[in-house]
């Protein structure tokens, strides 16, 4: 697991924070605030609509036949047409910026985010989160706090859940350190941790409709695949997207909030849009099961023309018919390197990557 | 009631007037087209969509539970599920654009604005316009109009009313003055003329959803709150907004409009920015119910970043169970200004003021 | 029929090709890989949504009112409310770019476009296109491909057909030429082949809700309209759009695709821009039937201001009770002409012209 600073992915203060006039506005938590075993029920519920599909599409340039198509959706098995699972993660992972990164100085890490079951137009998604670890650091000024956060449906049920660790200031350095407790999390979900959801039968897919003739058989652990394609960011598109999932990090908003003068673009944002160039390369990949681990390796800004390229790390048939799993690690660049390189002889991360995502999807034996 | 200039509210010829060549484009109104009693109906009814709400949620930070979620909307009473009041307001607005202010010079004051019902997705809106009030300037080059505006739904019900005023351009300076009458407008709503809505039930509200603990009586008059947060305003943003709302205004969209080749942003996405923010702070004013007045005191442009605050101006209990009514002053500035100064010594805006509105809203008791 | 290029319809590679690394990326087809009579399903099917509507409204000041208004659609006989014809066009239209245009040096023309029957929310469209010509040029390196592309619902009904053809890259100069084969398609359909959708009855048109008095008898063929606003464009707006319709063409996104390093604005971002703007005129004209020709005089870029005129060029009655149908001439501009040139006297485009559209519509008696 990457201990890399996850900038830009809903961490909030790296200006310091303002008084506010009567405490009447959330001033986020500190590393104080947090303790082993402590449950936070984040604001806002939010339902999801055939709006939020529209809105994905004209940010991102997917064309994956399932969410696209809710013909396709339910020849494959589901009555009801999901929308792309990024969707549901960046609406639940944005609900826990205001209580758990408001103050963060670096978001570290992910770990065991799976995808139980596909959101669709209709649902209302609610997030918790649990503290699950916690480690002042050395120079007594900072800490980093884990937790695992869970979104439900309006059903109670699970949506999704994921670990993240965040380093967070402390509000008073001389406040005594917890006694460390850090969690032990999973390098990698294993195929058989994946929770496939109920309803996916591959065995009628229409690969004509999906655009790619290439199956699970057709991939070997190990192969690389450059996307091609490039696409060049801009500050109201990132805004749009970040506003819609109600991450609320003012870097990504405010020219003031940070020295520079440049919005920060939400390191979800960047997910997303090598998610959709991926569909030049593997277009079945139809569903995401599982985010094993991400690292936001660089900031991304306005101007830069992200690309994106795949190398398969695993793969494994699953229980659901026709069905098999890939695991592929997602590499988004500022600019394109045809040589692929994902860290130089240093095993520092190459100059250009932004992401290195590692993640499991479906897609039809 | 100010009367300040409300540049940026779809006020349409700070530019002079093209010929159209055969007649069949729209003039707009001049003064001496209005005439007390006069009833206008505009086009264009206009539904309002899941899709008005994804949009809304995109363009500005908005987090109040009751339009972000249909489970929170249900738990207070509301069968169906309401978009934010501003999108039907800003349309309502909009259809009136053509008729009443193509020709405005100025905006000068609004009053009166009621929010009757709470308008969900379906809902199809229409406007009409009665003169109540003309007065031509000494200069005999304008007048001043006086409308009324009525926006029904689909059942001929009344969502939306308000009265606003603005100035207009004379088209034959020689025309005679029409006889003075300037109507007698509330400065404010009383708590006791507010349309509160049938439905919303406050007495099992869920406060963590909404993420806000502080309810009505937590609230002083006089009190003030700075929310904090900034956005930094595009112009790709206020476009797709203004549009949204269909709203004609060529100042907004037209770079060639205007002598110095800026886009000036449409008021309303002031009042919405402001109005988003303010959730960090009085997250738990849940619905609007009324606007006493507005004035937009400076215009706003791209590359500004907007900050907002409120002042606690009056409150009042309702016949709504568990429902009681904040009068807020909300206020937007170009700037962060922590001491929140509102007028200097001269009893002028302070510099930075974008946007000084007086507003009801709703809140848990 | 124009043979000017279209630049910036869908047209993918103004700049050399990338490899790809191991062949699981769309390299579209090259002109050898066309013969006449092929049939190429295209991906991705795509169900259009209210989300659609809304975009589409955000994104072009449309206040047509039969998308519009739910209301008012059924009041003219239509059970279910149709998005904009350009929004089904649009989606149908960008399917066949990677198959057909990936590799196109230009588009040439349009002809013989017909809109079946009214795209509704809930549609899904798939489209498949057949070769009905090729001509390979004298140069030996690139050849035009005539197709005739079909668009179906999930019913399997046609809902929009049209035949474009493309000038495209031989992938080795020295394959043989194929039969040089021209199709016979009409300069312009007659208003005998439209196809008038079941359903329009604009008997009891509304024109106050319309906004507009002018009807079928107002306007004379040769009448020109000019249609008085601009907008000025951006590149967030039209990429939010041409992502919307999922056309892939890499020149609209990457400013390191073409030379000068300027985005180039999809050439039916302009159709629809024009479109909308022509409100301010035949505001009546609520339902496209057809286009018969279009050509993109010259690219659009970011930052210059479009206008829109029209020239009505033929007229007739329909079956379809209360319905006439004009035959329009849509220019845009870059800059506004109020001397409303299309041509100079040698014949060429004005400069500052940018679209060229014949296109009938219907509107009420």
Redesign the interface.
């Known amino acids: 697991m990457s201990t890399r600073a996850l900038r830009g992915a809903g961490c909030g203060t790296i200006w310091p924070m303002?008084?506010?006039?009567?405490g009447?506005?959330?001033a986020g938590n500190s590393f104080e605030d947090f303790t082993v075993g402590r449950v936070i029920?984040?604001?806002?519920?939010?339902?999801i609509?055939?709006?939020?599909?529209?809105?994905y599409?004209?940010?991102?340039?997917?064309?994956?036949?399932l969410p696209?198509?809710?013909?396709?959706a339910h020849s494959v098995g589901l009555e009801q047409?999901p929308v792309e699972e990024l969707i549901g993660f960046h609406i639940a992972f944005g609900k826990t910026v205001?209580d758990v990164s408001l103050n963060a100085v670096a978001n570290l890490g992910y770990a065991e985010c799976r995808f139980h079951q596909p959101v669709v137009?209709?649902d209302?998604l609610?997030t918790k989160s649990e503290v699950i670890g916690l480690k002042q650091n050395s120079n007594g000024k900072t800490g980093v706090v884990y937790v695992r956060s869970t979104a439900t449906n309006?059903r109670g049920e699970v949506a999704i859940d994921w670990c993240r660790w965040v380093m967070v200031n402390k509000r008073d350095e001389d406040a005594p350190a917890p006694e460390p407790f850090v969690p032990d999390l999973k390098p990698a979900l294993a195929a058989t941790d994946l929770k496939i959801p109920a309803g996916p039968d591959f065995t009628a897919y229409d690969e004509?409709?999906?655009?790619?003739k290439?199956r699970f058989g057709?991939y070997e652990v190990g192969?690389?695949?450059?996307?091609?394609?490039?696409?060049?960011l801009?500050?109201?598109?990132h805004?749009?997207?970040t506003?819609?999932w109600?991450n609320?990090a003012?870097v990504h908003?405010?020219?003031?909030?940070r020295p520079d003068g440049n919005?920060l673009i939400y390191g979800g944002h960047v997910i997303s849009m090598a998610r959709a160039l991926s569909f030049?390369?593997?277009?079945n990949a139809q569903l995401i099961a599982a985010i094993n681990a991400g690292a936001h390796v660089a900031p991304a800004y306005a101007?830069r023309?992200i690309y994106a390229r795949s190398e398969v790390l695993d793969k494994a048939e699953t229980d659901a018919p026709g069905v098999g799993a890939l695991r592929l690690r997602l590499v988004a660049t500022r600019?394109?390197d045809?040589s692929?390189t994902l860290r130089g002889e240093d095993g520092k991360y190459a100059d250009g990557v932004l992401l290195d995502l590692d993640y499991w999807v479906l897609i039809p034996i």
Chains 1, 2, 3 share one sequence.
């Open positions: 303002s008084k506010t006039t009567t009447k506005t959330n029920e984040h604001a806002t519920p939010r339902t609509t055939e709006g939020d599909r529209a809105l599409r004209a940010l991102y340039p997917t064309r994956f036949a696209s198509s809710a013909e396709f047409h205001p137009p209709g209302t609610r309006q004509v409709a999906a655009g790619e290439h057709d192969e690389k695949i450059d996307h091609v394609d490039g696409v060049t801009t500050d109201p598109e805004m749009l997207a506003r819609l109600q609320t003012k908003f405010n020219t003031q909030a919005r030049n390369g593997p277009a101007d023309t600019g394109r045809e692929m």
